[in-house]
Every structure is written in C-alpha cells, then in structure tokens.
C-alpha cells in the first residue's frame, strides 16, 4: 500500500466492520450488528453515524495510529448509507472501481478525508420491468472480488453468502462481468426470528449442518414449493421429528433449492469454462452449498472468514492505491 495507514470499513445490511491497517497489517478492528435496514427501519442514518464513529474511535484508540484515510465499501455508499455513490457498469475491474470513487466529508463520523467504493451494476435499471429484473447490483462484494483475484487465478465465480446469496462471475483479466442476487440470507434471518418457525428452529447463523436433513429440505422444496417447505419445518416440529439443528439444516436446503438454478446460470458462473467457484460466507453455509453443488459437476472450494477477511482488505488496499492515481488521496 501506498497510504501507510488507513481505515478501512465495510458497511452491510445488518453489520458494520471496522479495522485499523498499516502496510496490510491489522492493528485493531470492531464490529457492530448495526447496518442500513437500521437506516431503513428508522428513516434516518443517524444510528449508523454514531456507530462508525464509535467504532472509528475505538480502532484509532487501540491501534495507536494516525490514519490518513478513511476507505469504506458495501452499502454506505447506498441512499441508506453515508452519500449515495454510483454504481460503475460491468465489466469493472480495478481501473473503473478507482475512477467511480468518490472523496467526502463526514466531519461528525470521523475527521479524516473519507472514500467511498462504488458498487457494480449489471445490465440496466431502465426500461420495463422485464428488463430492470434481468439487472443485478452489488456494493461491496466488488472490492472483495478484488482482493480474492490476487491469490486465485481467474476466471472464476464467487458467491457471496451472506445477508443477500450472490454469484459473481470474474474473466481471466480480473474484472467483474456479471452477477445475480437473492434475497435467501434476509430471509432465513426473518424465518428466524419473524415468523411461526422461531421456536422450530435455532437463532443465528447456521452452524454444522446435518447432510441427510439438507438434503431433504432441498428434495421437499423441488417436490411442492419454497413455501410449503418451509410450512413443513413447522410439521415437523409439531410431530417431533428431528432436533432443532436438524430442522435448520432442511430449512436452509429448502433455500438452497430453491436458489441454485437462478444463482448458477450460464450467463453467470456455475459453466465448465467458468473456472474455480468460491463459497465465501459462515462455515455452516458454505458447506452445505460445496454438498448442494457436487451432484451437479462443480466442485465448490471453500473461502474461510479469515481469508475472505484478508481478501476484502487486500481489496480496499488496492483500491486506495488505484484512487492515487486520479487525485482523491
């Protein structure tokens, strides 16, 4: 890197994740479960504020460090975040992420000079409702993408398992060319903790997952519905049929079923020419799509969180080099 020191933050859904780098080494990182549907639930940002900046604080407070730069991607440069920062058109690699970031003042979050990664559109959100649904837009599995091509040979497809499921298809040159999103995370998370299934099946992220129940929850999803599955979690639970555990591990089969057609198209990844696919999420997901995948011909390998943490920083890192180049640092 060429900044000596810098922050670096990655902004979600339902997470905010701060870290203190100089020269690619971590001196300190925080983390709060506080994201833009907080945005969305109270109509105003001002919790995502005071959170950054707490967290900002504590990391400059613990790293013993002056940062120079404030470096942020994911959904802060959404119109729930901090500015809104457009999106750069596919295929994008680190030239145009570079020419699409933006520099800001955000003097009550932090005093440094603050940039901000766009996101990648795919295809075009104008036109009918035909055309906007064969779009696809990311904001911040992009710089993550970046960081991962620097120790994975391209082509290849990432998918992305977190709050939303994202394939993500990278040409031999590095640069993104395609993507398509669910919204399957969101929707476990509130199966979860919103609906009849709460007392059916555990809370947070899915741990070990029991291979034989996947692989029934997938069976019974292609069988009836997504839908219907996921009402059978509940007869399950009401004849007492398997553990807790167990019935997550059909519930997040029923989803994986029900995604792995649309996630794996030709135009997207998934192909034989396509190169490596990579599962990058908490362990328990990523295993049960490795087993999901292998019937159909792709042998998934598995990012851990530490590597696609390392990535995602590698990623910003690079992009801050890249922003040297057009005058924001």
Do not use: Y
């Amino acid at each position: 890197m060429k900044h000596r020191c810098a922050i670096f933050a990655d902004v979600g859904t339902t997470n905010a994740r701060v870290w203190l780098v100089r020269d690619g080494q971590v001196l300190a990182r925080g983390q709060a479960q506080v994201g833009v549907r907080d945005t969305a639930r109270d109509g105003s940002n001002r919790k995502l504020r005071e959170t950054l900046k707490r967290l900002i604080d504590a990391a400059v407070a613990e790293g013993g460090e002056h940062p120079s730069v404030f470096v942020a991607a994911g959904m802060i440069g959404s119109a729930l975040g901090l500015a809104e920062v457009a999106h750069v058109p596919a295929p994008a690699g680190l030239t145009e992420l570079a020419a699409g970031t933006r520099r800001f003042a955000f003097p009550d979050v932090t005093p440094l000079p603050a940039l901000i990664v766009p996101g990648v559109r795919t295809g075009t959100l104008a036109g009918a409702p035909s055309a906007v649904c064969d779009a696809d837009i990311m904001r911040g599995e992009e710089t993550l993408c970046a960081g991962l091509m620097a120790v994975v040979s391209a082509p290849a497809t990432v998918m992305n398992l977190g709050s939303h499921w994202k394939a993500i298809a990278i040409d031999a040159a590095g640069r993104i060319t395609g993507s398509i999103t669910t919204l399957s995370g969101e929707m476990i998370h509130a199966v979860q903790s919103s609906t009849i299934l709460s007392s059916a099946v555990p809370p947070g992220r899915p741990g070990e997952l029991d291979a034989s129940w996947l692989r029934d929850g997938m069976r019974e999803q292609r069988r009836s519905s997504l839908a219907r599955a996921l009402f059978c979690v509940r007869l399950l639970e009401q004849s007492g049929k398997g553990t807790a555990e167990q019935r997550m591990a059909f519930l997040v089969g029923a989803f994986i079923a029900a995604d792995i057609a649309a996630l794996f198209t030709p135009r997207v990844g998934g192909s034989a020419d396509g190169g490596d696919v990579l599962l990058v999420g908490s362990g328990g997901l990523t295993a049960a799509w490795k087993a999901a995948l292998s019937p159909v011909g792709i042998d998934a390998l598995i990012v851990s969180e530490h590597q696609a943490e390392t990535a995602l920083l590698a990623g910003l890192g690079k992009v801050l080099d890249a922003c040297a180049d057009h005058q924001l640092v």
